[in-house]
């Protein structure tokens, strides 16, 4: 497994001796170790196996809510049967060190389930289902069908209407709340992560150069290269888990270090 490369090293060692904020921007390429499929890039990538348009937009949920609701329901099932990977584990364990804002592009939960705290889940969250009409919060039954692909989806207790997933399909707005601490954290931290991310969604992918405007390092942790690459001061070329784990054990060693040179 590789080491960290000095200059992000250097990085994080000068956000740490400064007091800074790491902001951490994470992309499907984050929960790809749990087997969780990405939406771009391989073959078995979620946009390359199924229409985005007939199954992640208000429109296509208006012409056939039980094929968006089965389909979101088999990607439920497949984070439910997943595990946290080493990374999440890792990203839990420097934000112990680190003062640390998590912003996620991720609808699945292994962050949290790994133990972080998600401060913006700008893209929503698979989970967080609601009714489509009136916006009434839902729990989600557990109408799981091994197959299924469509599912009459729940009806609002309120309304009536139908229960949608919480996530944000193509041409909605992101959740104002989500949106704000991205900004916020892309604004006020010294360090930014970018890990697993295609960098081709704005707003969200817009927070890198967001942040490099308000002075912070961008440190792009990604096998392949991106539309960010270019634009961030460090690439990493190492998968989310290698990477973070590695990174994740260095606040010890600067700690160690420093208190040494005190
Ligand atoms: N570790 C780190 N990065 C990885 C790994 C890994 N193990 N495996 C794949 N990647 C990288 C890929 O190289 C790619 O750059 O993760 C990235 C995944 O890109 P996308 O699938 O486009 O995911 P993302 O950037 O999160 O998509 C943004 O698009 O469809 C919308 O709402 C959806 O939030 C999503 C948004």
Redesign the pocket.
């Known amino acids: 497994m590789d080491t960290v490369p000095a200059a992000v090293a250097g990085a994080l060692r000068r956000t740490i001796d400064g007091g800074g904020i790491v902001c951490v921007l994470?992309?499907?390429?984050?929960s790809?170790?749990s087997g969780i499929?990405?939406?771009?890039?391989?073959r078995d990538?979620?946009?390359s196996r199924f229409d985005?348009m007939r199954l992640?937009t208000a429109d296509a949920w208006r012409e056939d809510p039980a094929l968006v609701w089965g389909w979101y329901r088999w990607r439920m099932q497949g984070v439910r049967d997943a595990q946290p990977?080493a990374?999440h584990r890792a990203l839990a364990e420097l934000a112990r060190h680190v003062p640390l804002s998590l912003v996620t592009?991720?609808?699945d939960d292994l962050h949290e389930r790994a133990g972080s705290v998600v401060d913006g889940h700008?893209?929503g969250s698979l989970f967080a289902l609601r009714c489509f009409a009136c916006g009434r919060a839902h729990t989600a039954l557990d109408d799981y069908m091994e197959g299924a692909q469509r599912v009459e989806p729940m009806r609002c207790t309120a309304c009536g209407d139908r229960i949608r997933p919480g996530?944000?399909w193509?041409g909605e707005a992101l959740p104002d709340d989500a949106w704000a601490s991205a900004v916020d954290a892309a604004e006020r931290c010294a360090l930014m992560l970018v890990?697993?991310?295609?960098?081709?969604?704005y707003p969200?992918?817009g927070l890198p150069a967001l942040a490099r405007r308000h002075g912070a390092t961008v440190v792009e942790?990604?096998?392949?290269?991106?539309a960010l690459s270019a634009e961030v001061d460090h690439v990493w070329r190492?998968?989310?888990?290698?990477?973070l784990q590695q990174l994740s054990v260095l606040p010890r060693s600067i700690d160690r270090h420093s208190s040494a040179g005190r």
């Open positions: 994470t992309g499907a390429g984050m790809a170790e499929p990405t939406f771009r890039g391989t990538s979620l946009w985005p992640a990977n990374g592009q991720n609808v700008v893209h996530v944000v193509f890990v697993g991310t295609s960098g081709l969604v969200a992918a942790i990604n096998p392949e290269p991106t190492a998968t989310a888990a290698e990477a």
